[in-house]
């Protein structure tokens, strides 16, 4: 069984949590206060996922910024940025415009802003 | 140039365009933005991450997205905004003075004036960090707009002074974009940033923060090339021996942010020492008549849903003032008591209708304590906090019912020990 640490971010408390963790399940969780702790923990050990936001060079030159329509695996996070830093818009761009389908497992890049007048 | 507004707001981030659109909604027609940058949303333009608006819009929305919700109900409301206008000058019978490249210099006789200025970063300059002064050191909200508006990374290997909420947002970004950060320092015991901030941005990325720890020496000629870093005792002075040298080409501060307040002194509103803000009654209205704060100008604010909130209070208010609904006042002081840093609304005037939301900050981490407000040896309003930080505002709701019980002054404090 590994045992995993992780801070609690559900509120100002953060716990200290420890989590046991076999078969990539978690079978125990220590040091939390409430229940929303140990589903915090629960959650974390098995996959962390993240969205990730970021901003792209748009083809006239401009910054646009994005962020991923859905939570990534955190250990893939810095090989879905390079694939991010490669996309450039052209045209105009509004909020919600999906700039790169499937950027990454079950996630578009969307932007978050529209383009500057 | 000299032309009339009912309401003139002077800011068009978060909190005037909340205050704005409030304003109109509670019937006033007549109100102009002024906004110093080129486009409206404020700070938020830069805060490209997520987290905003999971008070208020229950999702979690990064900063452009939350400014553009607000400029389109500006919008919709065919709200007049004039961008790349800096005001220059405000008097406290509400004259405004501005200036931009199209109309020249100007002045409005306002109606009402909501303040919504927002604030500004501390700088190296207020802390006297020793060393050289080469290039590499920026305010962490400088280095934001470089990487996230403009595109240009400042630097590859960073130290970070501070632990404030954009400190830790700017380790995570530049640690996506490719630099290496290779520490965060706090001089204090715990950091000022929000609990989600420490997790997703350092720990994820096996950042270091170094609590109890500052910069004592910046190095390098042209360039910075590297900082040192020691341990600091109970009074916030360096310990001798405790040196660690960090090889960097960059340095951010993350050190505080800075209630922007030029124009309210120089229209001789009165400042909270608490706050940094102007002192105001629980409908956000300085000692001037007819002049309102809210946001970061008044209190710095954790969360923009904050913002919002309070800058509905100040539209609303100002929509009253400018229809006629100005009343006479039976003011009362509202004062910290132990454990509490400050209290604001600084008065309370008790003709007012509506419940009073006091918002407060502690002096330090405190477990299983209450938070009471307290007038003439009557408790008002209480409740327990199984937690209570300085890095995160608190708030207590005092009942409209209560506001004639309040008898001199009313006092917000901490107790330790629950209370019953």
């Known amino acids: 069984m590994e045992i995993k640490h992780l801070t609690c971010i559900e509120c100002p408390m953060g716990c200290a949590l420890e989590a046991g963790v076999e078969d990539g399940r978690a079978v125990y969780v220590k040091g939390n206060s409430c229940p929303r702790g140990k589903m915090y923990a629960e959650n974390e050990v098995v996959c962390p996922m993240r969205v990730i936001t970021s901003s792209v060079r748009a083809a006239d030159g401009r910054m646009i910024s994005v962020k991923t329509s859905a939570p990534v695996k955190k250990s893939e996070m810095l090989e879905v940025m390079k694939k991010i830093n490669a996309v450039h818009p052209e045209g105009r761009v509004r909020l919600g415009d999906v700039l790169a389908a499937g950027i990454a497992d079950g996630a578009d890049l969307v932007a978050t802003d529209d383009s500057p007048l | ?420």
């Open chain 2, 1 to 420: 140039m000299k032309t009339e507004n009912a309401i003139v707001i002077i800011g068009g981030g978060p909190a005037g365009l909340a205050a704005a659109v409030q304003a109109y909604d509670s019937g006033a027609r007549d109100i102009l933005i002024l906004e110093r940058e080129p486009r409206l949303g404020g700070i938020l333009n830069q805060c490209i991450h997520n987290g905003f608006g999971l008070t208020r819009f229950k999702e979690s929305l990064t900063g452009p997205e939350y400014a553009r919700r607000f400029e389109r109900a500006v919008r919709e409301r065919n709200i007049r905004a004039m961008t790349d206008t800096t005001v220059l000058s405000l008097t406290r019978d509400r004259q405004v003075t501005a200036v931009n490249a199209a109309e020249g210099a100007f002045t409005v006789r306002a109606g009402a004036v909501i303040l919504a200025m927002g604030c500004r970063e501390r700088s190296r300059g207020a802390l006297n960090v020793p060393g050289t002064r080469p290039a590499g050191i920026y305010s962490a909200g400088t280095a934001q707009k470089y990487v996230n508006l403009k595109g240009y990374l400042p630097g590859k290997e960073v130290v970070i002074l501070g632990s404030g909420d954009i400190g830790l947002i700017m380790a995570r970004r530049m640690t996506l974009e490719g630099a290496k950060v290779r520490a965060v320092c706090e001089i204090m015991p715990y950091s000022s940033g929000l609990k989600r901030n420490i997790v997703q941005c350092l720990d994820d990325f096996g950042i270091p923060l170094y609590l109890n720890h500052t910069i004592t020496k910046i190095e390098g000629e042209k360039r910075v090339t590297g900082v040192v870093v020691s341990e600091v005792d109970g009074n916030k002075r360096p310990i001798p021996g405790t040196e660690m040298h960090f090889d960097c080409d960059t340095v951010l501060f993350s050190v505080g942010l800075i209630p922007e307040n030029e124009l309210t002194k120089s229209a001789g509103i009165p400042l909270c020492a608490g706050t940094r803000g102007a002192a105001v009654y629980q409908n956000r209205e300085t000692e001037a008549p007819g002049i309102f704060a809210c946001g970061n100008v008044l209190q710095v604010h954790d969360l923009v849903d904050f913002v919002s909130e309070e800058a509905e209070i100040a539209g609303r208010a100002a929509a009253e003032f400018v229809s006629g609904g100005a009343g006479e006042r039976d003011a009362a002081d509202c004062v910290n008591g132990k454990n509490v840093s400050y209290v604001l609304p600084q008065k309370i005037d008790k003709n007012l209708r509506g419940d009073v939301k006091l918002f407060f900050r502690v002096t330090g981490t405190f477990r299983n304590c209450t938070v009471l407000a307290e007038s003439g040896g009557k408790i008002l309003a209480g409740r327990k906090r199984r937690i209570a930080v300085p890095g995160e505002m608190e708030t207590l709701l005092l009942p409209a019912e209560k506001l004639k019980e309040i008898e001199g002054e009313l006092v917000v404090r901490l107790e330790e020990e629950s209370w019953k």
